[in-house]
């Protein structure tokens, strides 16, 4: 789970999100003091500071997640699941982090969660970062093939990966929960290619456009 900064924008891992065999399990991460900082107050469904080593647990989704998700009861919720890319039969973490589960009442964005040391064994689909800084996300279409430019002296961050059209036109940024492995894998010479597979819809969360990165 990332909360996106007022001012600037940078969206800070605050949590994790799980299943397993005792049900549903969430727990604040080690950045939730950074985000503290920037203003974030603990959720009133998780009042209390529990991390991941003790987290919070329940048989069913937590109401924070839950109320992310369309009603399969809308008569668009078909449509809606088409636009994120994501099948009726998904899991609910499927549909949340595909999605993003964003809403206009917070801040707070799900994403699938990958380790820094991940080898990209599977594709990740992600949401562009950063694309109101750029003019590239206007000549992109679905299934274009996309470019990743590594840019290790980026003051912001050395291991930011920019997004490129084929023309080399930027669309923003790999976001920043994926950086850190992109860029190893990048650096260390492994071919990752990428794809655009279209672009969110609801207005809710801008029109972010969803990219596939794979090992070719």
Request: hydrophobic content about 40%; proline content about 6%; cysteine-free.
């Given at each position: ?12 891992v ?25 203003g974030?107050?603990?959720l ?23 109320q ?34 964003v809403?206009l ?11 820094p040391?991940?080898?990209l064994?599977?594709p ?10 750029y ?21 912001h ?34 071919p ?10 609801d ?14």
């Amino acid at each position: 789970m990332l909360w996106g900064e007022p001012d600037g924008g940078r969206r800070i891992v605050i949590g994790e999100l799980w299943q397993d065999t005792q049900g549903f399990a969430f727990g604040y991460g080690h950045e939730i003091d950074a985000a503290t900082e920037k203003g974030f107050r603990l959720l009133p469904e998780f009042p209390l500071r529990r991390g991941l080593d003790a987290p919070y647990r329940s048989g069913h989704l937590f109401a924070t997640f839950a109320q992310r998700i369309p009603s399969p009861r809308r008569p668009d919720f078909q449509q809606i699941l088409a636009s994120w890319g994501v099948q009726d039969g998904d899991s609910q973490l499927a549909i949340l982090a595909r999605s993003g589960g964003v809403q206009l009442t917070d801040r707070i964005e799900l994403a699938e969660y990958r380790a820094p040391d991940d080898a990209l064994a599977a594709p990740l689909v992600v949401r562009v970062a950063g694309m109101r800084h750029y003019t590239g996300a206007g000549s992109l279409g679905e299934d274009d093939a996309v470019l990743l430019r590594r840019e290790p002296g980026n003051a912001h961050d050395a291991n930011a990966t920019a997004i490129l059209t084929a023309a080399g036109v930027q669309v923003g940024y790999v976001p920043r929960q994926y950086a850190e492995f992109v860029a190893r894998l990048i650096d260390a010479g492994v071919p990752v290619s990428a794809r655009a597979l279209g672009r969110l819809t609801d207005p809710v969360d801008g029109g972010r456009w969803l990219v596939r990165l794979a090992r070719q």
